[in-house]
C-alpha cells in the first residue's frame, strides 16, 4: 500500500553505542574489520566458529523488539524514510488464534518499534571503544506501565564492554554475551511485558507483538545473530546513557534476543535522540501481538536489484549515511550512549522515546500472559523491517575499501553490489564462482534438516575489471597437463606432494601419483614445492592450460570459428526498416569481431544467407566483382548450395561484402512475402558449418511465427485461459521435439545459435528459443519494433553480442572431493549424460549453476572442495582448458552453515530452480513449494540455532535476513505472477534470460535499483543513495531512476519544478515532457550531464543494454513501472513485502509447533 512517508526525523540508524564507537564492524555477514587480520575469520559471512561476535543484546530494541543488526535480524527496516507519524495501514488483528495481550497492551501510537540499534547497528561487530556501553538506566521504565526490565537489559549490554583487543579476546567477550544459543536467556516473567508472547501468535503473517524484538542469542561461536521481528513489544529500557550497565539481562528481553552481533532487531529506543537530530513525534508503535503487520508491500526485492547506489537508507535520511555505520558515528552525530549505529541488517533508526508513549506499553506486562481484547491493529513498520538498501549499504562502506583476498579457505565475498578488488591466492575469484554458503554441513541429514540449497553459481569466462589479471595461459607441451590418476582432477594449489616431490596425493580422491619427470620439483621445508609460486597451477585458483590433440575433437586441432548472419527478408522486417538498419551496421561491426590478444585482425571467417520462405545464400569470395545469390527452395532437405566462397575473411572480400549489404535492402524493397520458415535456416547454418570443419555462431534475425511450409513449422497456440490451470506448464514447453534434435546436433557441431527477435504478435520464443537455450545461445526480443525507439537499444545489443568473448565446443566438468557431488544443472548448457555440460558457445555473460549433495560424510578438517574444468576453442581456434578451484568450509553445527550463506547467491538457485519447475508443474505448486522451502530454512534457524523465545517473534539469520524480500520478489515475477498485460511469449523469453543470468544480474533484475536523480550530486561522479522500492518512497516533487537489468525508467514527478524539466527534457513544462523519447537530449547543462553519466554508467554495468522509459506521473505507463516497485502489492496479486514478511511467518510458527 502506498502512503506517502515523511522522512523522519530521528536519530541516525544508529548511532554508535559509545562502547563501540570506533569499532568497525565486520560487513554484513561478518566482514574481516579492517584492522584485524582476514585470516582469523572464516568466512566473511560471519565469525569463524570458534570466534563469537559480541552480540548485541537481544533486549536491545526497546520498543521494536527487532534485534538489532548484529542479531538476527528482527525486522527492522531503515527507518529513514518513514514518517514520524506512520503507522502504517491498520490491518486485521491477527488471526492466529493466540489469544491477544491483555487490555491495556496497546502500544502508544507515538512508539517506535525499532531497535536501539539501527537496524545494522553496531552490533555486528565487537565494541570499538573500549567504555563499556552505557545505557539509561534499565529501571526506567521504558514505557509507563512496564515493569521495569532493567536488568535483563543491561546486562545484555554490560556484555559489550571494552572492545577486545584481539580477535581472540573478541571471542571471549562474545562469549559472555548470550550471543550463542548457548546461552538462552530466562523467560521473561510472565507479567513483564517484554517477553514475547508466546501465547499470541501474531496474526497471519503479522510478527507478533512480542515483547521485544529480541533477538534469539546466537550460539557463542556464532556470527552475527538474527535478526528477530517481533511484534513490536517494547523492549526493556535501556539504561540511560552514561550509566553502567548492569550485568544483568532483563528476563523478558533475553528470551527473544541474541545479543549476536549481526541480529536484527528493532525495538525502541528508548535513548535520547542523538544529538543533532530532533526525535519524530509520534512514531507508530509496533504492532501489538494480535495485530498483523501490515507494511509496504512485501515485493521489495531486494534480490535482484541492482546494486543500489551508495546510500543505504531510502528516503533522506536523518543521519549520516549508514555506510558509515560500521566505525565511529560520523561526525555530525556524537555517539549516543546508548544508541547503536545502525548496521546492515539494522532495521531502522534507533529511536527515542515518542512523545507520547509513556514508558513502556502500559501494557506490556500482560503479553504473554492472559489474553486480553485485542488493541486495534496496526501496520508493521516498514522501516522496522531489513532493508535492502541498508544491507547493500553496509557491506559496501564495510567491504568495499579492502582488497578480497582468496588465500582463506571458506571466505564468504563481499556483496555483488559491493565494488571490490580480488586478490587470486588459491581459491577462484567470487567474479566466477558464487556459493549459497562457504561452510556447508559436514552430514547429509544436516543438509537435509537445514534445507538450505548446497549450489554454487558458475562464470567460467567472466570479463574481470582492468585492475585484475586475466588467468595465466600454462603451457606444458605436448605432454599437456598434470592430473589425477585416478579422478582426472587437474595439477591445482590444493593437491599434496609426498616423496620429496616425486609423487603427489590428490586433493579429490586421495590416489597418490606419480609427477612427470619433466614437471618434478623439490619440496621446501614446509613441504611445498620450491617452484610454488612460479607456477600458477600451484599458487592461483584460477588459470588456463593449453590443451593439446588429445583434448580436440577426432584429434586434430580445430580451425577458427565462423560467424553466419542469416537475416529474416519478409515483408515485416523489410517495411520496419530492420533489414536496412541491419545491413548498414554490419558493414562498420565486421571490423570489430572477437580477436585474440595482440593479433592484428580477427581469424573470424563470416558467411551471409537470407531468408523468408526459401533460403538465398551469397557468394562473396574475393575474386569476385559482384556478390553472387544462390536460392535453395527445397527446404524440406537443407543444403548449403556453395562452399568456397560462402565462409570468407572479412578483409580480404570486404569489397564484395560491402557490395551485397547495399544491394539486400534493394532486392527484397518490394517484396510480398509475409510467411517465413525457422528450422531450415539453422540448419543450413549447421550444413555449412560442418563443410567448413569448424565450429562457429548463427546470428538469426527473425520477425514472425514460421507458419509455411517446413520442418519445424509451428501453429499459433497461445491461449491465456491455460494460465492457473495445469495445463499452464505446456506454454512453456516446445510444442514439437523437432527443436530438441535440431539443437543435439548443432551442440555436436559446436553451432551457437544467437537470436534476435522482433515480434510484433506471437510467436513461440519457447520453441524458437530452444536451439538458442540449449546451445548456449542468447536471446534479444525487440517487441513492436520501431526505428525510432527501438534502433539504438538493438544496435548496442548486436554490438556487444559479435564483439563479446566466446568460447567455442565447450565441455564443463565441475569435480569434488569425496563426500559431495554435483547432482544437477541450470543454465544454457545441453547434457548428453550425467557430468559433462556441453554447450556449443559459451560467453563471458553466461553461468553455470550446479548443485551438490551429500555422497558421504565430510570432515571439518580437510574441508570441501570444488574444481570447475572447462575445455573451449577460443575465437583464434586454439583449445584451451581454463580451470577454476574454490575451497569451502565444513561444519557440525547449523550456526555456523547460517552465518556463511550468501542470499543473493540463494535467490538466484532458487529462481532458476523455480523457472525450470514450471516446466513440469503447475504455477501454483511452484510456488508453495519456494515458500515452503524457505520457511523451512527460517524454521530450522529458528530452532536449532536461535534462543528460545517466543513464536511471536520472527527471527532470521542476519545474512538471510533479506531472505524474504527477495524470494518475494521472485514469486511475483512474471513468470510465476503475471499480470493481465505480460504476454506468453514474454514469460517464455525471462524464463530463458533468467536460467543463464549471474548473481549480480539477478539481484537487480528481481529486486530493481532505484535512485533519486534530483538528489544526485552533479559535481561528483557517484551515484545518488538509493532508497527502497515502493510507491511511499517517491515524492512528486522529485524525478527517479529505476533500472532493473533490461530497462531504465525515468519517473517523473507532477510537482518537480520547471526549471529541473527544462534543464534534463528541455522543454518547459511538465506535459510537453514525451513520452516517445528512447534517450535522453543533450543538453548543456549540469543536471542533464549528471543523469545521462548516470544512464551510461548504469548501461555499462549490464550485459544489455536498456531500454529507456520515461515515466510521468499518473500517465498510463505509470502502471508499468509500479510493477517493479516491489516491495508494494502488484497488481498481478503479489503480496507487499510487509504482507509476505507475516506471511512467512505464520508459515514458520506452524513448521515450529
Known amino acids: 500500500m502506498s502512503v506517502n512517508q515523511q522522512a523522519h526525523t530521528g536519530p541516525p540508524y544508529g548511532q554508535p553505542q559509545p562502547g563501540y564507537q570506533g569499532y568497525q564492524q565486520p560487513a554484513y555477514g561478518g566482514q574481516p574489520l579492517p584492522g584485524v587480520p582476514q585470516s582469523q575469520y572464516g568466512a566473511y559471512n560471519g565469525p569463524m566458529p570458534g570466534y563469537q561476535q559480541p552480540v548485541p543484546p537481544q533486549g536491545y530494541f526497546p520498543s521494536l523488539g527487532f534485534p538489532s543488526k548484529g542479531s538476527p535480524v528482527s525486522l527492522n527496516s531503515d527507518t529513514s524514510s518513514l514518517a514520524p507519524?506512520?503507522?502504517?495501514?491498520?490491518?486485521?488483528?491477527?488471526?492466529?488464534?493466540?489469544?491477544?495481550?491483555?487490555?491495556?497492551?496497546?502500544?502508544?501510537?507515538?512508539?517506535?518499534?525499532?531497535?536501539?540499534?539501527?537496524?545494522?547497528?553496531?552490533?555486528?561487530?565487537?565494541?570499538?571503544?573500549?567504555?563499556?556501553?552505557?545505557?539509561?538506566?534499565?529501571?526506567?521504565?521504558?514505557?509507563?506501565?512496564?515493569?521495569?526490565?532493567?536488568?535483563?537489559?543491561?546486562?545484555?549490554?554490560?556484555?559489550?564492554?571494552?572492545?577486545?583487543?584481539?580477535?581472540?579476546?573478541?571471542?571471549?567477550?562474545?562469549?559472555?554475551?548470550?550471543?550463542?544459543?548457548?546461552?538462552?536467556?530466562?523467560?521473561?516473567?510472565?507479567?513483564?511485558?517484554?517477553?514475547?508472547?508466546?501465547?499470541?501468535?501474531?496474526?497471519?503473517?503479522?510478527?507478533?507483538?512480542?515483547?521485544?524484538?529480541?533477538?534469539?542469542?546466537?550460539?557463542?561461536?556464532?556470527?552475527?545473530?538474527?535478526?528477530?521481528?517481533?511484534?513490536?513489544?517494547?523492549?526493556?529500557?535501556?539504561?540511560?546513557?552514561?550509566?553502567?550497565?548492569?550485568?544483568?539481562?532483563?528476563?523478558?528481553?533475553?528470551?527473544?534476543?541474541?545479543?549476536s552481533p549481526s541480529s536484527t532487531g528493532i525495538g525502541p529506543s528508548s535513548y535520547p535522540p542523538s544529538t543533532g537530530a530532533s526525535r519524530p513525534p509520534t512514531m507508530p508503535g509496533p504492532p501489538l501481538p494480535g495485530q498483523t503487520v501490515a507494511g509496504p508491500s512485501m515485493s521489495q526485492p531486494n534480490h535482484v536489484s541492482s546494486p543500489p547506489p551508495p546510500s543505504t537508507m531510502s528516503g533522506p535520511h536523518p543521519g549520516p549515511p549508514m555506510s558509515g555505520l560500521h566505525g565511529p558515528p560520523p561526525p555530525t552525530h556524537p555517539p549516543q550512549p546508548g544508541y547503536q549505529m545502525q548496521q546492515n541488517g539494522s532495521f531502522g533508526q534507533v529511536r527515542g522515546p515518542q512523545p507520547n508513549y509513556g514508558g513502556a506499553y502500559p501494557g506490556t506486562p500482560n503479553y504473554g500472559s492472559q489474553p486480553g481484547p485485542p488493541p486495534p491493529p496496526k501496520r508493521l513498520d516498514p522501516d522496522s523491517i531489513p532493508s535492502p538498501i541498508q544491507v547493500i549499504e553496509d557491506d559496501r562502506s564495510n567491504r568495499g575499501s579492502e582488497p578480497f583476498v582468496t588465500g582463506v579457505r571458506g571466505q564468504v565475498p563481499p556483496l555483488v553490489t559491493?565494488?571490490?578488488?580480488?586478490?587470486?591466492?588459491?581459491?577462484?575469484?567470487?567474479?566466477?564462482?558464487?556459493?549459497?554458503?562457504?561452510?556447508?554441513p559436514c552430514t547429509s541429514d544436516m543438509a537435509k534438516q537445514s534445507q538450505v540449497p548446497l549450489a554454487a553459481v558458475i562464470k567460467p569466462l567472466a570479463t574481470l575489471p582492468l585492475e585484475e589479471t586475466l588467468p595465466y595461459l600454462v603451457d606444458h607441451g605436448e605432454s599437456g597437463p598434470v592430473r589425477c590418476n585416478r579422478c582426472k582432477a587437474y595439477m591445482c594449489p590444493f593437491m599434496q606432494f609426498i616423496e620429496g616431490g616425486r609423487r603427489f596425493q590428490c586433493c579429490f580422491c586421495s590416489c597418490v601419483t606419480e609427477v612427470p619427470p619433466h614437471y618434478f620439483q623439490?619440496?621446501?621445508?614446509?613441504?611445498?614445492?620450491?617452484?610454488?609460486?612460479?607456477?600458477?597451477?600451484?599458487?592461483?585458483?584460477?588459470?588456463?592450460?593449453?590443451?593439446?590433440?588429445?583434448?580436440?575433437?577426432?584429434?586434430?586441432?580445430?580451425?577458427?570459428?565462423?560467424?553466419?548472419?542469416?537475416?529474416?527478408?519478409?515483408?515485416?522486417?523489410?517495411?520496419?526498416?530492420?533489414?536496412?538498419?541491419?545491413?548498414?551496421?554490419?558493414?562498420?561491426?565486421?571490423?570489430?569481431?572477437?580477436?585474440?590478444?595482440?593479433?592484428?585482425?580477427?581469424?573470424?571467417?563470416?558467411?551471409?544467407?537470407?531468408?523468408?520462405?526459401?533460403?538465398?545464400?551469397?557468394?562473396?569470395?574475393?575474386?569476385?566483382?559482384?556478390?553472387?545469390?544462390?536460392?535453395?527452395?527445397?527446404?524440406?532437405?537443407?543444403?548449403?548450395?556453395?562452399?568456397?566462397?560462402?565462409?570468407?575473411?572479412?578483409?580480404?572480400?570486404?569489397?564484395?561484402?560491402?557490395?551485397?549489404?547495399?544491394?539486400?535492402?534493394?532486392?527484397?524493397?518490394?517484396?510480398?512475402?509475409?510467411?517465413?520458415?525457422?528450422?531450415?535456416?539453422?540448419?543450413?547454418?549447421?550444413?555449412?558449418?560442418?563443410?567448413?570443419?569448424?565450429?562457429?555462431?548463427?546470428?538469426?534475425?527473425?520477425?514472425?511465427?514460421?507458419?509455411?511450409?517446413?520442418?519445424?513449422?509451428?501453429?499459433?497456440?497461445?491461449?491465456?485461459?491455460?494460465?492457473?490451470?495445469?495445463?499452464?506448464?505446456?506454454?512453456?514447453?516446445?510444442?514439437?521435439?523437432?527443436?530438441?534434435?535440431?539443437?543435439?546436433?548443432?551442440?555436436?557441431?559446436?553451432?551457437?545459435v544467437d537470436l534476435f527477435l522482433f515480434p510484433n504478435q506471437y510467436l513461440d520464443v519457447a520453441t524458437l528459443g530452444v536451439v538458442t537455450y540449449q546451445t548456449g545461445g542468447s536471446i534479444y526480443k525487440y517487441a513492436y519494433f520501431q526505428l525510432e525507439t527501438d534502433q539504438e537499444r538493438f544496435l548496442n545489443d548486436l554490438r556487444r553480442d559479435v564483439q563479446k568473448e566466446v568460447g567455442f565446443d565447450a565441455v564443463?566438468?565441475?569435480?569434488?572431493?569425496?563426500?559431495?557431488?554435483?547432482?544437477?544443472?541450470?543454465?544454457?548448457?545441453?547434457?548428453?549424460?550425467?557430468?559433462?555440460?556441453?554447450?556449443?558457445?559459451?560467453?563471458?555473460?553466461?553461468?553455470?549453476?550446479?548443485?551438490?549433495?551429500?555422497?558421504?560424510?565430510?570432515?571439518?578438517?580437510?574441508?570441501?572442495?570444488?574444481?570447475?574444468?572447462?575445455?573451449?576453442?577460443?575465437?583464434?581456434?586454439?583449445?584451451?582448458?581454463?580451470?577454476?578451484?574454490?575451497s569451502l568450509n565444513c561444519c557440525t553445527q547449523l550456526a555456523d552453515l547460517y552465518r556463511n550463506c550468501e542470499t543473493d547467491t540463494l535467490i538466484n538457485y532458487l529462481a532458476k530452480y523455480a523457472y525450470r519447475g514450471v516446466l513440469?508443474?503447475?504455477?501454483?505448486?511452484?510456488?508453495?513449494?519456494?515458500?515452503?522451502?524457505?520457511?523451512?530454512?527460517?524454521?530450522?534457524?529458528?530452532?536449532?540455532?536461535?534462543?528460545?523465545?517466543?513464536?511471536?517473534?520472527?527471527?532470521?539469520?542476519?545474512?538471510?535476513?533479506l531472505l524474504p524480500v527477495y524470494l518475494n520478489c521472485v514469486l511475483k515475477s512474471d513468470v510465476l505472477q503475471p499480470g493481465p498485460e505480460v504476454t506468453t511469449d514474454d514469460r517464455a523469453y525471462i524464463r530463458q534470460l533468467v536460467t543463464s543470468m549471474d548473481v549480480a544480474e539477478t539481484n537487480v533484475f528481481f529486486y530493481p535499483r532505484l535512485l533519486p536523480l534530483t538528489k544526485a550530486d552533479v559535481d561528483s561522479d557517484s551515484l545518488p543513495a538509493a532508497i527502497r522500492n515502493s510507491e511511499e518512497r517517491l515524492s512528486k516533487g522529485d524525478i527517479y531512476l529505476l533500472e532493473n537489468g533490461l530497462n531504465i525508467f525515468v519517473w517523473v514527478g507532477v510537482n518537480v519544478q520547471q526549471g529541473l524539466i527544462q534543464n534534463l527534457f528541455g522543454v518547459s513544462s511538465f506535459s510537453q515532457i514525451s513520452n516517445a523519447l528512447s534517450t535522453l537530449p543533450v543538453l548543456e547543462n549540469p543536471f542533464s550531464k549528471k543523469v545521462r553519466s548516470i544512464v551510461d554508467m548504469l548501461q555499462v554495468q549490464r550485459s544489455r543494454y536498456m531500454k529507456l522509459i520515461i515515466v510521468k506521473q499518473e500517465d498510463k505507463l505509470e502502471m508499468l513501472f509500479k510493477h517493479f516497485l516491489v516491495e508494494d502489492k502488484s497488481l498481478s496479486g503479489g503480496a507487499s513485502y510487509v504482507d509476505f514478511l507475516c506471511h512467512m511467518h505464520k508459515e514458520i510458527r506452524q513448521l515450529l509447533s
Open 85 to 259: 507519524n506512520f503507522i502504517g495501514s491498520l490491518r486485521a488483528p491477527p488471526t492466529s488464534g493466540a489469544p491477544p495481550p491483555a487490555s491495556g497492551a496497546s502500544l502508544p501510537s507515538g512508539h517506535l518499534t525499532y531497535s536501539q540499534f539501527g537496524h545494522g547497528d553496531v552490533q555486528n561487530g565487537i565494541p570499538a571503544s573500549a567504555a563499556p556501553m552505557q545505557r539509561p538506566p534499565a529501571s526506567q521504565p521504558f514505557l509507563p506501565g512496564s515493569a521495569p526490565t532493567p536488568v535483563s537489559q543491561t546486562s545484555t549490554f554490560q556484555q559489550y564492554g571494552p572492545t577486545p583487543a584481539s580477535v581472540q579476546q573478541l571471542s571471549n567477550h562474545m562469549a559472555g554475551m548470550t550471543i550463542g544459543s548457548t546461552t538462552a536467556p530466562a523467560p521473561p516473567p510472565a507479567g513483564l511485558g517484554y517477553g514475547p508472547p508466546t501465547s499470541v501468535p501474531p496474526v497471519s503473517g503479522s510478527f507478533s507483538a512480542t515483547g521485544s524484538g529480541l533477538y534469539t542469542p546466537y550460539t557463542a561461536s556464532q556470527g552475527p545473530s538474527p535478526t528477530s521481528v517481533s511484534q513490536g513489544l517494547p523492549l526493556a529500557q535501556p539504561p540511560f546513557p552514561g550509566q553502567p550497565v548492569s550485568t544483568q539481562r532483563l528476563p523478558t528481553q533475553v528470551p527473544g534476543f541474541a545479543p
Open 418 to 440: 559491493t565494488n571490490f578488488l580480488v586478490k587470486d591466492q588459491g581459491n577462484a575469484s567470487p567474479r566466477y564462482i558464487r556459493c549459497t554458503s562457504y561452510n556447508i
Open 812 to 886: 564443463m566438468r565441475v569435480r569434488t572431493s569425496t563426500g559431495i557431488r554435483a547432482t544437477d544443472f541450470f543454465g544454457a548448457f545441453y547434457m548428453s549424460n550425467t557430468t559433462d555440460v556441453e554447450m556449443a558457445g559459451l560467453d563471458c555473460n553466461k553461468t553455470i549453476t550446479v548443485e551438490f549433495k551429500h555422497d558421504d560424510k565430510l570432515s571439518e578438517d580437510s574441508g570441501a572442495l570444488l574444481q570447475c574444468a572447462l575445455l573451449y576453442t577460443s575465437c583464434a581456434g586454439q583449445r584451451r582448458l581454463r580451470i577454476h578451484n574454490l
Open 920 to 961: 513440469s508443474s503447475p504455477v501454483k505448486t511452484v510456488r508453495d513449494a519456494l515458500i515452503n522451502q524457505c520457511a523451512q530454512i527460517l524454521a530450522c534457524y529458528r530452532k536449532n540455532c536461535a534462543s528460545p523465545s517466543s513464536a511471536g517473534q520472527l527471527i532470521l539469520p542476519e545474512c538471510m535476513k
Open 522 to 752: 623439490h619440496l621446501d621445508h614446509t613441504g611445498k614445492r620450491v617452484d610454488f609460486y612460479d607456477r600458477p597451477e600451484l599458487s592461483l585458483g584460477s588459470y588456463e592450460f593449453l590443451a593439446t590433440v588429445d583434448y580436440c575433437k577426432n584429434n586434430k586441432f580445430p580451425s577458427p570459428p565462423a560467424f553466419i548472419f542469416m537475416i529474416d527478408v519478409s515483408y515485416n522486417a523489410v517495411k520496419s526498416g530492420l533489414v536496412r538498419l541491419i545491413c548498414e551496421e554490419l558493414k562498420s561491426l565486421l571490423d570489430y569481431l572477437p580477436r585474440e590478444g595482440n593479433m592484428k585482425e580477427s581469424a573470424i571467417r563470416v558467411g551471409f544467407v537470407t531468408y523468408n520462405k526459401v533460403l538465398h545464400f551469397y557468394n562473396v569470395k574475393s575474386s569476385l566483382a559482384q556478390p553472387q545469390m544462390m536460392v535453395v527452395s527445397d527446404v524440406a532437405d537443407m543444403f548449403v548450395p556453395l562452399l568456397d566462397g560462402f565462409l570468407v575473411n572479412v578483409n580480404e572480400s570486404r569489397t564484395v561484402i560491402a557490395s551485397l549489404l547495399d544491394q539486400i535492402p534493394e532486392m527484397f524493397a518490394d517484396t510480398r512475402e509475409t510467411e517465413t520458415v525457422f528450422a531450415p535456416v539453422i540448419q543450413a547454418g549447421l550444413e555449412a558449418l560442418k563443410a567448413a570443419e569448424c565450429a562457429g555462431k548463427l546470428f538469426i534475425f527473425h520477425t514472425s511465427l514460421p507458419i509455411a511450409e517446413a520442418p519445424g513449422k509451428l501453429k499459433n497456440r497461445d491461449d491465456k485461459k491455460l494460465i492457473n490451470t495445469d495445463k499452464e506448464k505446456t506454454l512453456f514447453q516446445p510444442q514439437t521435439s523437432f527443436y530438441n534434435n535440431l539443437a543435439k546436433d548443432c551442440v555436436a557441431q559446436g553451432c551457437c
